[in-house]
């Protein structure tokens, strides 16, 4: 399944970070995507039939569903939904959830694919928890820290990285570092060189099933 | 090629660290006369050539510079081409035939299905020569020595071995428009074999060199085995890895190797566009007598 965020270095030093419990308890999360993918009412393509995947709840928000339950566990449950079409008039163009994970934290799913103020698309993460908190996109990392116990090469208050210094180097460059290593993960799991873990069946499956917890948890 | 060359990432947004920064830069680059008064202060840091990408504003810029020739005589641009989002954004509204449509002029589907199957490839040639003009259609009158092919281009055909296109577009450009082609790559030791295959000698590349080996697949070293042992004039780009160098380390490490022959930069401010020429001048000074 191709979620390539679980590859870019910022989320994976997020991903770090909440495993070895810096962050404490997580309170809180916003998992946001925006882009311009449709921002005038226009001719029909793919994306806007979704029986071939598109709309932006399939399209974009998947990628931020898949990111948190990668990141922060899986998303058990969809406290209500708006689904808001402004341009496209057979799917939705923008996805707003309350979200909450198996132990219960609270999060905010806010995805809109309609909004040109971005260049192209933009996904982060914003986690709040007992001693600090983490302002994640795939090009920089902020992380605050209440107290001085904090992992190795962060300090006290704000630090910021940047992707530049999270990011391994890849053979060959397409478009992003993620898309290369990404396929280099897929063949080495094919050969059975590294754990099949990532981007697995059952990730996808966790993903689609909160797609559908969505779509049944929108109150028309 | 000039030696250094002003690049144009900050007025399109182009960060490649944060997105604060290029939110910033799209409020600060909102009207095409903050663009020209940049474009201005490299011209007093004698800086006179422009590199940049097909981007529907940069029409407008050379309106302006077409409009005041006595100001721009010596002025180059080096086109970038394609914008690629242009052509993605298109897709995305009209599908691929429509944007074929929208961008190439003349009834380019009764040309390409007339012959049958066996000379799609080939028309897929002329297909790109009829894009080529019509990106080259802004620049008309303006002096444009070296005609670049994106990355994202450049590496897409070079992943797939569709090195006739780079071949095809080599000299196509030469012929059309009198100017050299150049490459941007984040492959260049890849494309180089490539291209010397194909009979391109001592090519234009332009590809990320810097001290700490960002965007440089294939690793750091084999791009300085390259530099230094093969025949070809390499433009290095993201020299500062988007700011994960300080300055002054940046323009040592690559002034201090051989056969660059030009540094890409964009800066926004005048200050810094100064610093980074000053830097620059001062370490090919040191290097002057230095063999290799």
Known sequence: MGYHNKFIGTFQEVKRILDEGHLGEVFHFTGESYGPVVIRAKQETWRSDPSEGGGCLMDYASHVIDLINYILGPIAKVNGSNLKSFYSRNVEDAVFSLLELENKVSGVLSVNWSDETYRKMSTSLTILGSKGKIISDANELKVYFKESETPAGYTKGWNVKYITDLTEPVDFYLRGEEYSSQIDYFINAVQGKVPNSINNFESAWLTDRVISLIKNSVNN | ?292
């Open chain 2, 1 to 292: 090629m000039e030696r250094i060359l002003f690049g144009d990432n900050q007025f399109f947004a182009v960060n490649h660290i944060s997105d604060e920064k290029s939110r910033a830069q799209s409020m600060k680059f909102k009207n095409d006369e903050a663009i020209i008064q940049t474009l201005d202060y490299a011209i007093d840091a004698n800086i006179n050539t422009f590199m940049c990408t097909t981007h529907d504003r940069i029409a407008n810029i050379c309106d302006y510079i077409r409009n005041h020739p006595e100001k721009y005589s010596n002025f180059n641009i080096c086109p970038c081409m394609p914008y690629a989002h242009k052509y993605a954004n298109a897709v995305t509204e009209l599908g691929i035939a429509g944007t074929i449509k929208q961008y190439v002029p003349g009834n380019i589907f009764g040309t390409l299905f007339k012959g049958g199957v066996a000379y799609l490839s080939k028309d897929y040639l002329s297909i790109m020569e009829l894009m080529i003009d019509a990106e080259m259609k802004m620049f008309k009158g303006i002096n444009t020595p070296v005609i670049f092919l994106q990355n994202v281009i450049t590496d897409l055909l070079l992943g797939l071995g569709m090195v006739d296109f780079l071949k095809a577009f080599h000299e196509y450009v030469a012929k059309k428009y009198n100017a050299e082609a150049g490459f941007i790559t984040m492959n260049m030791p890849k494309l180089l074999t490539m291209l010397e295959g194909v009979g391109i000698t001592n090519p234009i590349i332009c590809s990320s060199i810097n001290k700490v080996g960002f965007r440089m697949s294939g690793g750091k070293e084999a791009y300085e085995e390259v530099l230094k042992t093969k025949k070809v004039r390499a433009i290095a780009m993201q020299v500062l890895a988007a700011g994960a160098i300080p300055a002054r380390e940046a323009i040592e490490y690559v002034c201090g190797l051989p056969n660059v022959e030009s540094i890409l930069f964009g800066a926004s401010s005048r200050g810094n566009i100064q610093e980074t020429a000053r830097l620059i001048h001062e370490y090919d000074k040191m290097q002057v007598g230095v063999n290799y």
